[in-house]
């Protein structure tokens, strides 16, 4: 069993629509949580990110992190097709691991948003 | 401000061969870290540098190698190259090692082995 666990879709939607996107984990260890997005022939870009369990909203954008469930979520609002890409959901350790600069990633979930 | 700069872009290489990927990071972040992207394992952690030293190792065979230098830019290293190390592979910086600083990713180095 993986780490951590994001459906890959692929998830299409239409313009306007709010998305939602999701990863389990197994490890206790996790305390930083954080999602990329990544647009094709492109690395990673960091779109949100949180310490510990709790949500944060930046624009359209909103992280829920949920330790309790081992759960994360991002929701995505009013989506417009430049939305389009692949969303990778990343956790770490905390301080003091000596795994804590490494990120466990998702699988990633293929997003498309048609207008 | 520049970002984090992988050279080169796509590569082509012989299986058996040996190749050096390069990354440079954002100036003033001193950790780097490389991860390697397949379609069926995902992104998965290479190994992670700082102040020239490796701080972290994933699960890979010894054939994958890295080192940083001074000036913090990294290469990685793989010898004789198989047919399932054609990937992405991934550089990211950081100010310090973990994931407090958040890390900014390049946009990656394509290895075909054939």
Redesign the interface.
Known sequence: QKEVEQDPGPLSVPEGAIVSLNCTYSNSAFQ?F?W?RQYS??????LM?T?SSGNKEDGRFTAQVDKSSKYISLFIRDSQPSDSATY?C?M??G?GG???????????TILTVHP | KAGVTQTPRYLIKTRGQQVTLSCSPISGHRSVSWYQQTPGQGLQFLFEYFSETQRNKGNFPGRFSGRQFSNSRSEMNVSTLELGDSALYLCASSLEPGPFYGYTFGSGTRLTVV
């Open positions: 930083y954080m990329y022939r492109k690395g990673p870009e960091l990110y310490y990778l990343a770490g350790r301080a000596t795994s804590y600069g490494k990120l466990t990633f998702g699988q990633g």
